[in-house]
């Protein structure tokens, strides 16, 4: 059984909610994995007008970067809490 991106964040969902130290483990990498690619998304919408000379579509880009910066939060307080132990 092969499983897909999509899955594999669901379980690791489900074994942070039954608190197993497996769903720890993958929780940086799939808070990683969600905050880089709305900052891959933002980075190419802010370099579209430089190729296609239409205007930058600002709201699109700040709700991207917002969405990142959710996505990085909970990261970085996995990442402190982790320093001491």
Do not use: C, K, N
């Amino acid at each position: 059984m092969d499983v897909q991106p999509a899955e594999r964040g669901h379980v690791d969902v489900v074994l942070l909610f039954r608190r197993q130290s497996l769903g720890y483990v993958l929780a940086p990498g799939l808070l990683l994995q969600f905050g880089l690619t709305p900052v891959a998304l933002a980075a190419g919408m802010a370099f579209q007008p430089v190729l296609t000379a239409s205007p930058i579509d600002v709201p699109t880009v700040t709700g991207l970067l917002v969405f990142a910066a959710v996505s990085f939060l909970p990261l970085v307080y996995l990442a402190r809490s982790t320093r001491g132990t």
